[in-house]
């Protein structure tokens, strides 16, 4: 498939693959790459404050091309608003959860690269709970902002199907 679009969101929940597929259609398109962790994460865990994060993702928006991964659902009306097609990868809360832990086994006491350095990665109770809870509290605000908001988005419930629509193969090469 060749995408004919240029500023592309991809969300879901944490875990079900964001950053990869946003990597991987960077890699087939040429268009950048941005990772909202990067954006709001300064070192040592440590939050920006939503102003800085705020003008930070301004400048991004405001580029002629893009895909932008995460969710920081308070932002994601506004990211709607510049985007021309969204992927919402609508896995279960068990897949997630396994795939966050797998993440946090790879990179152990390191930090992933879709992360700010000096953010080794980590899955606390915090991080695992928002994770089961996403399909009742998150899950049902964004679907229905993206309903309302005009942009063509497609939802996806496996990633071979995301990848697959996208014309890539998936992480196992398949």
């Not at 079900?16 to 990597?23: C, D, Q």
């Not at 909202?36 to 070192?43: C, G």
């Amino acid at each position: 498939m060749d995408i004919p679009y240029r500023c592309i969101l991809i969300v879901g929940c944490g875990g079900s693959g964001k950053s990869t597929l946003a990597i991987r259609l960077g890699e087939k398109t040429g268009l950048p790459v941005v990772h909202l962790d990067k954006l709001w994460w300064l070192p040592g865990w440590v939050e920006r404050s939503r102003e800085e994060f705020d003008a930070l993702l301004a400048r991004e928006l405001e580029k002629p091309a893009w895909i932008i991964e995460g969710n920081y659902a308070r932002t994601f009306a506004r990211r709607l608003r510049y985007a021309d097609f969204c992927a919402f990868l609508d896995l279960d809360a068990q897949t997630c959860l396994d795939s966050a832990r797998r993440r946090v086994a790879q990179y152990a006491g390191r930090t992933r690269p879709d992360m700010t350095e000096g953010c080794p990665e980590r899955m606390d109770g915090e991080f695992a709970r928002w994770i089961r809870d996403f399909s009742q509290n998150t899950r049902p605000i964004m679907l229905r902002t993206l309903a309302d908001s005009g942009v063509p988005y497609k939802i996806f419930s496996t990633r071979p199907a995301a990848y697959a629509w996208f014309g890539l193969t998936d992480a196992a090469g398949r």
